[in-house]
């Protein structure tokens, strides 16, 4: 022990003393990554991001750290350089390595676990910050301190922010955004709602430059989201009204609009307005009754996350996405901890059940209920990749229409969908008004950057309006029809192929929006990233200068703060009465009410190799295998024994909707429109 504390006094003297470089500030030294296995093989040298990650401490009491790994491109300039963009991934519990390995970061995960490089990369649009949170989510941990409602993931991610602009002060200048998937629909909002909170404090001298936010296929208005499943299947081409268990699932649909009818009227409900089990159950159901039991046992189940592919049952798409098989054992592996500079290693899992279990946001409203006041400040991008079942685009369509902002319910009648077109094809379409986009993305799952990363990156465009309009003119009137996006300049093999902006406002009647020249600018800059002769500009490169200083002196500084981490965490481990495998509380007795996206498929991991039922029937609680091989409910009754709830209003239901296959068919019981 004495040996040890001697040699980091050492150490820590050696580097106070000898310390060659205070060109990089040294708080953030110790957070930068030299090296990840495949880094120099398979990175193209102009695409290497400059990157920075660790585990950075909220509070000491607790010990609680967050994981966040920054991503940048050294030869940024511009609106790229002067852009952070934050991206959380959802669950609850869920790691947002998903995110920077497997969607929006630089890299993607091969067979041999090396990093490979993603021409769709968003840190060439944007500086990239990745989060594990809340505590206990992928690399991320505590002393069993967990967040139970979404004020307190706010809180803590404020907590978050401060101490990572102390290492990074360059970013608090910049144009902040949060962006993130899924159940981060609750957690963003929740977060820029504490970011105006803050900056409206005139306690605080410096400010938040919160500038947008982007969630693809997001969870924001849970129960609404619910009622879109049935809609969603039928116009997919899911299921039918032939199907056996057609009337069931209208009644379940019923019921959950019933659920949502009497939210507010002081019912035991309203008190749980994230989480409805009534509404959720419309999914399992959905997927029980359209199970394939003749196909191969690895493709009976529809993948809930992208309808197009099949899972085994009950999976049904927590096999998914394949990457994963590759990027656990990556994360895994002890060097890429020490690369990330880990002071925790950590059995690294993509969902941690416990984490998802104590957020049970049983009293937190959702936050569909945060957006119009945000609205108000900041635009908003929804996104959805049309593929997805469990977030559907429809149901975002859905509580938009119903959601009020700046003045107005929905968009305007007479608002009509634009084609959005990259790099000149369809990517989508959207609608825009009062600083909210929607934007349904094509051919896309729930993971929208998975599938479609170059084109996901353009939504960063679309949100700060960078982009071409074309218009159609009727006489005095003129009609948007499409909104062009482009791809990288930087990407384009041939510099005359520029068939993106200039092409789009060659055609007739087009005008251009408001088009960044800084596009420009930056393909010069990606052009020259090996010389630094053209670095006229000011505090933007500061990323390349130290981008820069990645060699020589660096490296030796860059050894010594090993050595001195290596030292305190030997320290630290040798004082820490428990084993350091973090994490291990029981978890709360309360049922989970939110069976959400991500969420689901943690209990692969956690609770499957326990449970032989199978993850769905952990998941929704309700079902177990019955004898004849069917899920069914847990209270015995077989879906042939559940009592069909009579029509409202002596409406037969299932004859209108043969009658109107329309979307509004529904609707069942929604004779109160009023919502609160
Ligand atoms: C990425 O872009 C490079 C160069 O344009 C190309 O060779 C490579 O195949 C692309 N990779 C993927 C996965 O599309
Ligand atoms: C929309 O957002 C901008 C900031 O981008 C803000 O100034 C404006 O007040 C917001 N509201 C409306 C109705 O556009
Ligand atoms: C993408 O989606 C569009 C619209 O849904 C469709 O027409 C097109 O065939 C799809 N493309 C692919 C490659 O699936």
Redo the contacts with the bound molecule.
Sequence with gaps: MLIRILFIFFTVALQILGNPINQLNDKKGQYLVTNLPGLYDNIPKQDFPLMFAGQLELYKENNTHYFFWRFSDSGARGAAANRTIFWLNGGPGCSSMDGALMEAGPFRINLKKEVVYNNGSWHKAANMIFVDQPAGTGYSYSNNAFDVELYQVKTDFLVFLLKYFEIFPEDMNKEIFLAGESYAGQYIPYIAQGIMEYNKNPVHESKINL??LLIGNGWISPNEQSLSYLPYSVAAGIISPSNPNWSLLLAQQEKCQNVLNNIGNGDYLSQLQIASATCEKILSMILSATLDQDAPKDSQCINMYDFTLRDSYPSCGMNWPPDLADVTPFLGQERVMDNLNLIEHKEWHECSGTVGRYLSARHSRPSVELLPAI?????ILLFNGNRDIICNYIGTENFIKEMK???EIGFSQDLSEVTWLHDGQTAGYLKSE??LTFVNVFNSSHMVPFDKPEVSRSLIDLLVGDYVIQERSHGEDREKVALTTSKRKSQLSDPNSDKGKSGASKTEDSTKGTVAPETQQESQAHTNTDSDSDSNSDSESQDSKENNLITGTRILQFAILIVVLWGFYVLLSSYRSGPSSIIKSKPSNKKKNVQWADQLRQFETEEMKKNEQGILSRAFLKFKRNDKNIYAPIDGKGYENIELQPASEGRNVEEEHLQNPGMDAFRIGDEDEERT
């Design positions: 500038k947008g609205l108000e400040e900041i635009p902002w700046n003045g009062r600083n």
